[in-house]
């Protein structure tokens, strides 16, 4: 015979509407009542019926994650902090990674609208502007992080990456060579777009002339951002500035750098964005504006739970924009 919720009930010595209770929102319960429902579930090795408690609340305690690479430590590590918050939230974080690209997002965005998911958070790719729109459109469940795309009308959650592209540039240009070699991630990519933005914007005003810029882009590997470096390198044309504008740039700059035995800082200068793993990893120095990946995290699942919490009802538009980064200029 299969154990029922009101087994468990008679068990912990509670009422049926606690063990529900326990279920929906156990933070409401004192402690000493929720240990008692939970010693009983395991005694009784019951198992809730989640389709009827989904039904019932009208929530399926389901949030998508779509991100572009599951690889580069910026997602790994901001995953890692929204898996802390919604598991402690009841919460089951379902991760989909696009590898950069867009009818695959827009393949993982539609799966996770059919399983009712309560929020879909998207690092988008570039591209699906029309796409995006239409779902903020239909659903109140959709946030953007990390990727701004200003024509989607939905609750972000960013970086102000031109920003603060512009003003690592402004540093750079005041203490390295004018010689420039910029690496890039692909142009459809909206992080790739707003950095690469700020950085032409740093130029003109300081009046840097195009022709001492050489601007790399479309760089989705590391082994790329390598292949692309081992040329430069093997121009013996120095001393360049190297800008790199990713996680895999900054990887296959450091096994260019390695192998070729290229004195950072002497012959070759360099500059970029990195997290706090990464810069530790690389231990390359240079000027670098550095994402704290797992408190990034942490904000945005704070961020995510008063959506979630909010009235079904559509509400404003929030927009955050984040501007801080730490700025190492060893």
Same mark, same amino acid.
């Given at each position: 015979?299969?154990? +029922?919720?009101?087994?468990?009930?008679?068990?912990?010595?509670?009422?049926?509407?606690?063990?529900?209770?326990?279920?929906?929102?156990?933070?409401?319960?004192?402690?000493? +009542?929720?240990?008692?429902?939970?010693?009983?579930?395991?005694?009784?090795?019951?198992?809730?019926?989640?389709?009827?408690?989904?039904?019932?609340?009208?929530?399926?305690?389901?949030?998508?994650?779509?991100?572009?690479?599951?690889?580069?430590?910026?997602?790994?590590?901001?995953?890692?902090?929204?898996?802390?918050?919604?598991?402690?939230? =009841?919460?089951?974080?379902?991760?989909?990674?696009?590898? *950069? #690209?867009?009818?695959?997002?827009?393949?993982?965005?539609?799966?996770?609208?059919?399983?009712?998911?309560?929020?879909?958070?998207?690092?988008?790719?570039?591209?699906?502007?029309?796409?995006?729109?239409?779902?903020?459109?239909? *659903?109140?469940?959709?946030?953007?992080?990390?990727?701004?795309?200003?024509?989607?009308?939905?609750?972000?959650?960013?970086?102000?990456?031109?920003?603060?592209?512009?003003?690592?540039?402004?540093?750079?240009?005041? #203490?390295?060579?004018?010689?420039?070699?910029?690496?890039?991630?692909?142009?459809?990519?909206?992080?790739?777009?707003?950095?690469?933005?700020?950085?032409?914007?740093?130029?003109?005003?300081?009046?840097?002339?195009?022709?001492?810029?050489?601007?790399?882009?479309?760089?989705?590997?590391?082994?790329?951002?390598?292949?692309?470096?081992?040329?430069?390198?093997?121009?013996?044309? *120095?001393?360049?500035?190297?800008?790199?504008?990713?996680?895999?740039?900054?990887?296959?700059? $450091?096994?260019?750098?390695?192998?070729?035995?290229?004195?950072?800082?002497?012959?070759?200068?360099?500059? =970029?964005?990195? +997290?706090?793993?990464?810069?530790?990893?690389?231990?390359?120095?240079?000027?670098?504006?550095?994402?704290?990946?797992?408190?990034?995290?942490? $904000?945005? =699942?704070?961020?995510?739970?008063?959506?979630?919490?909010?009235?079904?009802?559509?509400?404003?538009? +929030?927009? #955050?924009?984040?501007?801080?980064?730490?700025?190492?200029?060893?």
């Amino acid at each position: 015979m299969s154990v +029922t919720i009101k087994d468990v009930a008679s068990k912990a010595g509670v009422s049926i509407a606690t063990v529900s209770r326990y279920f929906s929102s156990r933070e409401k319960l004192k402690e000493s +009542t929720a240990v008692r429902v939970q010693k009983a579930i395991d005694e009784l090795e019951f198992v809730p019926n989640n389709n009827a408690r989904i039904l019932k609340a009208g929530k399926s305690y389901i949030v998508g994650l779509v991100v572009p690479d599951i690889t580069i430590s910026f997602f790994y590590n901001v995953v890692k902090a929204l898996n802390d918050i919604f598991y402690s939230n =009841g919460y089951f974080l379902m991760i989909c990674d696009s590898e *950069y #690209k867009p009818d695959r997002e827009r393949h993982h965005i539609d799966s996770l609208l059919k399983l009712n998911a309560d929020l879909l958070l998207v690092a988008t790719v570039g591209s699906n502007v029309e796409y995006l729109s239409s779902v903020a459109n239909r *659903y109140n469940k959709l946030v953007l992080f990390d990727r701004f795309e200003p024509e989607v009308n939905v609750d972000s959650f960013c970086y102000d990456h031109r920003n603060i592209s512009k003003d690592l540039t402004d540093i750079v240009i005041k #203490k390295y060579p004018h010689d420039f070699v910029i690496l890039m991630g692909p142009p459809f990519s909206p992080v790739t777009r707003e950095r690469l933005a700020g950085m032409m914007d740093s130029f003109r005003e300081n009046g840097i002339e195009k022709s001492q810029v050489e601007v790399i882009d479309g760089i989705l590997s590391s082994e790329q951002a390598e292949a692309a470096l081992n040329k430069v390198i093997e121009k013996h044309s *120095y001393p360049k500035t190297i800008i790199f504008s990713n996680e895999n740039c900054l990887e296959g700059l $450091a096994r260019a750098v390695w192998r070729s035995n290229v004195k950072v800082n002497e012959e070759l200068f360099i500059a =970029g964005f990195t +997290t706090d793993a990464l810069s530790n990893l690389c231990n390359i120095k240079g000027i670098c504006a550095i994402q704290e990946e797992y408190k990034i995290g942490l $904000a945005l =699942g704070d961020f995510c739970l008063k959506k979630l919490k909010a009235p079904k009802k559509a509400s404003a538009v +929030t927009k #955050k924009f984040i501007s801080s980064f730490i700025v190492s200029e060893d």
